[in-house]
């Protein structure tokens, strides 16, 4: 069993680390926390045993969780519905280090203090960004039924809901800011926009 969980991790080394040079890998872009993990990229926020234990949901994809959750309440966009949504799942992991408050390097049960400055921070009003945690309006005519392109919805046991995640890959994908299609002539809105 250790030696397939083993294998199993150096496989997923190689898959990061053989990508195509640039934002489609995780080394040396703005998610290389290798500094704050003592040359591990990987370990600032995942790991194969002894996951951070938090009473906030998690995404299934994310149960090795290594890194401590942001306890902060957001003010969120108010969509033309009047629908707020709440930051979970993927969201809540990427305001981990996103909300400028909690410390880059608090993972591990470590008590950090590297808080991420900058324009990296999306901080805790979201009011202006992007609504997150809402329902994906699959049957409104002015929205695909699915997102194009493979962008990825999140399922919370009853709805698809739109996280960072859905637009951004933390492990990158090719494009600027951790985009998961290119903004040219707009695609990465009209992979859900159907304008």
């Known amino acids: 069993m250790k030696r397939a969980v083993l294998c199993a991790l150096a496989t997923l080394g190689l898959a990061i680390g053989s990508t195509a040079l640039g934002q489609s890998t995780i080394v040396g872009s703005g998610h290389d926390l290798s500094w704050a993990g003592g040359g591990q990229i990987c370990v600032p926020c995942h790991t194969p045993h002894d996951a951070y234990s938090s009473t906030a949901p998690l995404p299934v994809e994310m149960v090795l969780w290594n890194h401590q959750a942001t306890t902060q309440t957001f003010t ?22 996103h909300d400028g408050v909690t410390a880059i390097d ?18 805790t009003d979201l009011s202006d960004d992007h609504p997150i945690g809402i329902e994906y309006p699959s049957g409104n005519p002015n929205y695909h039924a699915v997102p194009q392109n493979n962008l990825p919805l999140f399922n919370d046991g009853t709805l698809d809901r739109v996280e960072c995640a859905s637009c951004h890959d933390p492990h990158g994908a090719g494009f600027d800011y951790f985009l998961r299609d290119t903004t040219a002539g707009s695609q990465i809105c009209l992979d859900c926009h159907d304008l």
Request: glycine share 22%; charged share 0%; with cysteine.
């Open 106 to 123: 608090n993972y591990g049960g470590n008590n950090g203090g590297i808080v991420m400055t900058g324009s990296a921070v999306v901080g």
């Open 76 to 97: 969120m966009y108010t969509t033309l519905t009047g629908n707020t949504g709440t930051p979970d799942g993927s969201s809540l992991l990427c305001l981990s280090c």
